[in-house]
């Protein structure tokens, strides 16, 4: 008898142990719609800060705090021509949701039509966080307005945006090494930014290339113009 009650003792023990070290953190995003920009916390630590793009002024983003509850990778736009939504995280039931967008060049000013834009990589970065850490442990509190933004940068362009762009795949990957030595990231997220370098390294290789065929393609043509005009540089 005595051995069965330690039998489980420990048993009882090992699973506490276990569902700890397996506990998810808290995922806190905060969007200022006044600065267009979203900060994300993880177990009350600021960990990342972004350019954000919210709704306009007729399709303002809604103020308030929400509960993230539904997430898909590649997501298209129904009401928008099936606008794509890369890693979108939805908080309203109306479909209100963070996602990836192209249009860097608009981060820092409203420009949507309702949603909370980032840039690809750093929506990439926050969904796989949120997909970690538990999509339902996860808030969206949003504040500010559209109007103010504007007002503030009435040229629809912050002129920080480049400042506050995100880092090269090679410092963000660095970084991420550095927060996992020091206990405060996981093997999960470093490899996330290890995979991001690799494809942006791919990405470069082949616009190189493209470029390369690019210039080839014009010394071509530029030949062909030259020797139909009867044209011959010396």
Not at 11 to 30: D, H, N
Not at 196 to 224: G, H, K, P, Q
Request: aromatic fraction near 8%; charged fraction near 20%; glycine fraction near 6%.
């Amino acid at each position: 008898m005595r051995f069965q009650m330690r039998s489980f003792f420990i048993a009882f023990t090992s699973l506490l142990l276990l569902s700890a070290g397996t506990a998810q953190a808290k995922v806190e995003i905060t969007v200022d719609k006044d600065n267009q920009q979203m900060t994300v916390a993880v177990d009350g630590v600021a960990r990342y800060r972004w350019p954000v793009s919210t709704g306009i002024p007729s399709r303002e983003t809604p103020n308030g705090a929400f509960r993230a509850f539904r997430m898909e990778e590649d997501h298209y736009s129904k009401e928008f021509d099936d606008a794509p939504m890369p890693h979108a995280i939805f908080f309203t039931k109306v479909g209100h949701a963070i996602h990836g967008t192209d249009s860097v060049g608009r981060l820092g000013s409203p420009a949507s039509h309702g949603c909370v834009r980032l840039s690809r990589q750093n929506a990439s970065t926050l969904y796989a966080l949120v997909q970690q850490q538990g999509v339902l442990n996860t808030t969206v509190t949003l504040t500010g307005s559209a109007q103010v933004a504007l007002a503030r940068n009435p040229r629809g362009r912050n002129p920080t945006a480049v400042a506050r762009a995100p880092q090269p795949a090679e410092e963000q990957y660095a970084s991420e090494q550095r927060q996992f030595q020091a206990g405060t990231s996981s093997v999960f997220l470093v490899l996330q930014r290890q995979t991001d370098l690799i494809s942006a390294r791919n990405r470069e290789v082949r616009a190189r290339a493209d470029f390369a065929e690019a210039l080839a393609n014009l010394d071509r043509a530029t030949s062909r113009t030259l020797e139909v005009r009867g044209i011959r540089l010396r």
